[in-house]
């Protein structure tokens, strides 16, 4: 009993008026019940910028996969491949040796086809009612002298509530990335 009667506190000081005026005037833990009111919306912001970087980066090397992809069919080594699943396995060998850091090949659909002139190149929408349908996509990587159209499509789950509402394109929420390159074959052999 005796260190309680030492210890220089009277009960009216931790109960009633006293514990009140206390409590309000202490800030202590003001910073940590800021933070938790504003954390939800940092952190959301934070996730939609790291998203959105993901994307463009994302689109840069889908853009470059199709740019490696272009040149060796523009130069005759897909033709050269022999078969037609030997033709898209050669293809889909050069685009991925630049994509599968960021990228999984398997997801990426390829829309390829061959015209004999660029006026003719008209190519249809996979998109439609905003659900992707690869079912009708094409590989024909033409002859020497043909106009030939490259697309890759590929399908990226959404994260964030702020990439569904700005930029998803399909109905489930998730980002189609596309990318395209119209060229002219080579005469790599007789035209």
Known sequence: MAGIKGSGTSSRGWFGAGLRRRFIANRKGATAVEFAMIAPLLFGFLFAILETGTLFIRATALETGI?????VTMTGQIAAAGAPAMQESAFRSAFCAQVDWIIKCEDVKFDVRAFTTFGA??????VSGGTFNPTGMQFNPGLPCQIVVIRAYYEVKSITGFIRNDVATLNSGNVLLGGSAAFKNEPYGAC
Do not use: I
């Open 67 to 71: 740019e490696e992809a272009k040149r």
């Open 121 to 126: 190149a008209a190519m249809p929408n996979p």
